[in-house]
């Protein structure tokens, strides 16, 4: 953990220099150095500390709906309860699923039916210096590994996400794939730099949508490729939603645009060749309670009188993958 900095040196070293890496470093320094003082983090990172090396021989599986690193029978029995309980003490995994040495984690979501949906329309990411904004364990970052990206490079700012990816690297030990605790609003100016660009179930969080698309639309160089998913409300009018208090019992989610207003936001900020790939209702088949969550799923977001409405009342969710081009 504490040689982050020096990892993410080593991954851009085909690239430098680089006029932004001290900067990045240094900001990745003092997330660690804050989350050292914190308890849950503490306790992370005992739980990292205490589990077993990587095996020789060991193989991962990218191509499968579950990531799967490792066999059944590698470790020894001791070994499994480390890994076991280190892994139910990083809950919730809301992303996955996955699969540790035969030992399967049902996540929150079925992250691999989004994977599904879009993985077949985007530009191929062989070669390509990819970012993954809000990603979480990592989920998508290693689906990534199977198309050979150059870089596969994560933003995850939420500490428990952060050390599962951490837990899930010390196994797979990926050569071109890290992830940083940082907000993608914490990066120094990365003009142009990135090829592919995920920013999938954060839009709704953001509390000025169209400046973060045109910061996005910085970090791309031309031509390059926006992939981004969020949450939308029906209709073909250029409108928004801003939900009053709540939204399916978030308190943090701003703007609900239809999917003509979403468009219109990415060619106002620096897009083009936008174009809609998918438009799909949350079911109990993609998001649900598991042994792997502690906390409230989709059923308990939504009205139980009326499933197409959540319990305050509007549009039950719905995601609209869309992908764009950096002009």
């Not at 990365?190 to 953001?206: E, K, N, R, S």
Request: with cysteine.
């Amino acid at each position: 953990m504490n040689d982050l900095a020096h990892q993410l040196e080593g991954l851009l070293q085909p690239w430098q220099p680089l006029p932004w890496l001290a900067p990045l470093q240094q900001c990745c320094r003092q997330r660690l150095q804050r989350w050292q003082r914190d308890r849950k983090c503490q306790q992370y990172l005992e739980l990292l500390a205490s589990l077993p090396p990587a095996p020789a021989g060991l193989t991962c599986d990218f191509t499968g709906a579950a990531v799967r690193i490792g066999r059944a029978g590698q470790l020894d029995s001791a070994a499994m309860e480390a890994l076991q309980l280190a892994l139910f003490g990083l809950r919730p995994w809301r992303k996955g699923p996955f699969e540790l040495f035969g030992l399967a984690i049902e996540s929150e979501w079925a992250s691999n039916l989004k994977w599904d949906r879009l993985s077949a329309a985007i530009a191929p990411l062989q070669g390509r210096r990819v970012l993954d904004v809000g990603s979480s364990n990592g989920y998508y970052l290693l689906r990534m590994q199977a198309a050979s990206p150059a870089l596969a490079l994560g933003l995850e700012p939420y500490a428990t996400f952060f050390h599962q990816f951490c837990l899930l690297q010390h196994f797979a030990c990926l050569p071109r794939c890290l992830s940083l605790p940082l907000k993608f609003e914490e990066l120094p100016e990365m003009t142009g730099f990135f090829d592919t660009l995920f920013h999938m179930g954060v839009l709704y969080h953001l509390r000025a949508p169209l400046d973060s698309l045109r910061a996005l639309r910085r970090c791309l160089r031309r031509g390059g490729e926006l992939v981004l998913e969020t949450l939308v409300i029906p209709g073909e009018q250029p409108l928004t939603l801003t939900p009053v208090e709540r939204y399916a019992k978030m308190n943090n989610v701003y703007f609900l645009p239809t999917v003509t207003a979403l468009q219109i936001w990415l060619e106002r900020s620096g897009f083009e060749r936008v174009r809609c790939i998918d438009v799909s209702r949350t079911t109990n088949a993609e998001q649900r309670r598991t042994a792997w969550i502690q906390t409230e799923s989709l059923e308990d977001f939504l009205d139980p009188a009326d499933p197409d409405r959540t319990v305050e009342g509007y549009p039950a969710p719905r995601r609209a993958l869309l992908l764009a081009e950096a002009r």
